[in-house]
């Protein structure tokens, strides 16, 4: 199994930054992608940005805002948000693809979320 540790959410005004980070653990042979997606109350999960064989892609709504990274050696993955809006308000939820072995097929692991807050 594949535990993910998130961390840097929190309470922050318009116009502010935040960095969320996103820990990888556990039983990981490679990784496929890492990406952050976020829920708002009532609304469904949406794609925030992801790293795909190093390939980046965001929404539309946070390009020129928002940076992904990752630290390959620490299997973490980074989400730099700045210029945040009220509308950036929701869950952000860190999703994984990873194998445990070479012939093993890509899983898809979701961390637990954590809540960021744009206060207007």
Wanted: hydrophobic fraction near 30%.
């Amino acid at each position: 199994q594949v535990q993910l540790v998130e961390s840097g959410g929190g309470l922050v005004q318009t116009g502010g930054s935040l960095t969320l980070s996103c820990a990888a653990s556990g039983r990981i042979f490679s990784i496929n992608s890492m990406g952050w997606y976020h829920q708002a109350p009532g609304k469904q999960r949406e794609l925030v940005a992801a790293l795909t064989g190093g390939r980046t892609s965001y929404a539309d709504s946070v390009k020129g805002r928002f940076t992904i990274s990752r630290d390959n050696a620490k299997n973490t993955v980074y989400l730099q948000m700045n210029s945040l809006k009220p509308e950036d308000t929701a869950v952000y939820i860190c999703k994984v693809e990873s194998r445990d072995s070479y012939s093993g097929p890509i899983r898809n692991t979701w961390g637990p979320g954590t809540q960021v807050t744009v206060s207007s």
